[in-house]
């Protein structure tokens, strides 16, 4: 992670953010992106840095800044296999986002893209809650030099509030299931039905449904658990 974060320094993506919660809270007044929040503005990047500003915050003992890599302001374009075509402006939707935090933790951005990039990772299958990273993910393989994998995002099952099942909230587990009497069968087809995969949730084997599959198939909207 910290290679990655040199090569962006180098290449002039990243800075060091030492704006309070009070800075960024200013901003609250200007239309929400995708998180809720304003989009982080570019006035609120340095003007200019010294040669060794990285090496300079690393030797602190405690560092006072988090690092934020500085996005283009260009349509970023691509193709989901479920979603289809795709277009977001991240400067305006999120703006820089934080790639390393204050206290030293690396943002899940940064983590996601560095590990695939590493293990050669070209095709990406996920939640439909995460499409909104996509974009951001974009610019950052662009960024180190890497090939973006091809994406596609399944829908997640969520509670009768609209909600993603979770552990913290209480949410139906596999384990449940089982000690229920609920079959490995029963559980597959009903998940293949809220895909889209079969008409009726009749149990099936994960194999049972490689021949006919299609992302053509894969629904959009997020299937209900009562």
């Not at 953010?17 to 609250?28: G, N, T, V």
């Not at 289809?84 to 899940?108: I, N, P, Q, S």
């Not at 895909?195 to 299937?223: A, I, M, N, Q």
């Amino acid at each position: 992670y910290e290679d990655a974060l040199d090569r962006l320094a180098t290449a002039g993506r990243l800075f060091p953010c030492r704006r309070s919660r009070k800075d960024l809270a200013s901003i609250a007044s200007a239309p929400h992106g995708l998180d809720g929040g304003a989009p982080y503005p570019a006035s609120f990047r340095p003007a200019s840095l010294d040669p060794g500003w990285l090496e300079a915050l690393r030797r602190m003992e405690r560092p006072d800044a988090a690092l934020r890599f500085r996005v283009d302001d260009r349509p970023v374009l691509w193709h989901d296999r479920v979603f289809g075509a795709r277009e977001e402006r991240v400067d305006r939707t999120v703006g820089d986002f934080v790639l390393k935090r204050r206290d030293g933790l690396y943002a899940y951005q940064l983590a996601v893209v560095v590990d695939d990039l590493a293990m050669g990772i070209d095709e990406v299958v996920r939640g439909a809650d995460l499409l909104d990273s996509t974009a951001r993910q974009i610019q950052l393989y662009e960024a180190l030099g890497g090939t973006p994998p091809d994406w596609a995002h399944v829908p997640v099952v969520v509670n009768a509030a609209g909600e993603k099942l979770s552990k913290r909230d209480g949410g139906r587990t596999l384990r449940a299931l089982r000690d229920s009497g609920v079959h490995p069968e029963a559980v597959v087809g009903e998940l293949a039905a809220s895909l889209g995969l079969l008409d009726r949730p009749d149990p099936c084997r994960p194999g049972d449904l490689v021949r006919d599959f299609t992302w053509e198939k894969v629904k959009k909207e997020p299937s209900v658990m009562p």
